[in-house]
């Protein structure tokens, strides 16, 4: 556990768990392990950041970090991703004509916290704010196809797409899906970096499979990866 101490032991204990979040989800034993603190006191902290939604659990009952953690961070006026992101997602729909969608991942679930939608037609919309699978579709691929070895061996895991299929997207550096997520929908995404070259985010669009085909990466693959390119150098020059 960290020596750093603010000299309020209960806010370092708290800050311990929401740092071992950071990494991903933890059960209350990988609570434990990653901060040091007593089981019985990990416990009752997670509990009490879980009362006011700084921590939440995933499907598997893990603790992961809480929706009031992003709300918190867009309040202070610190998220300079949104603030990049949304003018871009707005020009990268006009090009394709196609719905645009920003997403990062929480826990395990990618969770979509920008969109431009279009504006007539057929459309995939992506509400802000929702939570998705991280084991189908574009932007899970690209949010997992950089992880670590073993966290990439863990996230393949019951997925619609394989080790194989991560590798192919490393090499291209966009993804594609044809159903996966939803029958019929479409969708091409290419990652955000930040300025050390770790993937923090997606950007995606999506549609019908009947006007995206059913080779979108070869059509979008290119506007999406340059859209998230541009992105990623504005995130590095606003550093």
């Known amino acids: 556990m960290d020596d750093i101490s603010s000299g309020v032991g209960v806010l370092d204990k708290a800050a311990h768990i929401l740092d071992a ?3 991903g989800p933890l059960t209350l034993a990988g609570l434990v392990a990653a901060t040091g603190l007593a089981r019985p006191t990990a416990h009752r902290l ?5 009362h006011h939604r700084l921590v939440a659990r995933d499907l598997n009952g893990r603790f992961v970090l809480g ?3 992003g709300e918190l961070a867009g309040a202070a006026g610190e998220d300079k991703l949104l603030a990049i992101a949304n003018p871009i997602l707005i020009a990268l729909r006009d090009a394709t004509k196609e719905s645009a969608q920003l997403y990062r991942r929480q826990g395990d679930q990618r969770i979509c916290v920008a969109a431009a939608e279009r504006m007539t037609g057929l459309r995939d919309t992506v509400p802000v704010g929702v939570g998705l699978t991280m084991s189908a579709g574009s932007a899970a691929q690209i949010l997992l196809a950089w992880e670590e070895p073993d966290r990439l061996h863990r996230g393949i895991q019951g997925a619609k797409f394989t080790a194989s ?11 594609q899906s044809l159903g996966e997520r939803e ?3 479409a969708s091409v995404s290419a990652p955000i970096r930040s300025v050390n070259g770790k993937v923090i985010a997606a950007v995606s669009i999506s549609g019908p499979i009947e006007r995206l085909t059913r080779t979108p990466g070869r059509i979008h693959g290119m506007a999406v990866m340059t859209a998230a390119n541009r992105i990623s150098e504005m995130l590095a020059a606003r550093s």
């Open 21 to 23: 979040l950071e990494s």
């Open 46 to 50: 997670a509990t009490a950041l879980e």
């Open 67 to 69: 929706p009031r953690v």
């Open 165 to 175: 299929d991560l590798s192919a997207v490393r090499r291209r550096g966009w993804a």
């Open 183 to 185: 029958p019929g929908v």
